[in-house]
Nanobody
């Protein structure tokens, strides 16, 4: 059974930093991409950053220059380094792993989420 588990959330003052970590386990599928999403209070979930198996990255405009995504393919982990945090970064952050089986059929697995709260 595939499990995706996040860690590293918490409460931080504006301008501070947090590092989120995520590990995917329990699958023999290959992991194509690993992503971080977030859902602010009362808003829809949005993509924050993604990294492919080859290391290509994408960031939503609002976090460019402040957040950095990295990945360890051997350990099936992905980290999100968040610097210069702002109150508007407050959200539940979710990790998603997209995996493919031998027939190239893709599956998505989500973590349970970790709360990030940035105080002003």
């Amino acid at each position: 059974q595939v499990q995706v588990v996040e860690s590293g959330g918490g409460l931080v003052q504006a301008g501070g930093s947090l590092r989120l970590s995520c590990v995917a386990s329990g699958s023999t599928f290959s992991i194509k991409s690993m992503d971080w999403y977030r859902q602010p209070p009362g808003k829809q979930r949005e993509l924050v950053a993604t990294i492919s198996s080859g290391g290509s990255t994408y960031y939503v405009d609002s976090v460019k220059g402040r957040f950095s995504i990295s990945r360890d393919n051997a350990k099936n982990t992905v980290d999100l380094q968040m610097n210069s945090l702002k109150p508007e970064d407050t959200a539940v952050y979710y990790c998603r792993a997209e995996m493919a089986d031998v027939r190239s059929i893709t599956y998505q697995f989500w973590g349970q989420g970790t709360q990030v709260t940035v105080s002003s």
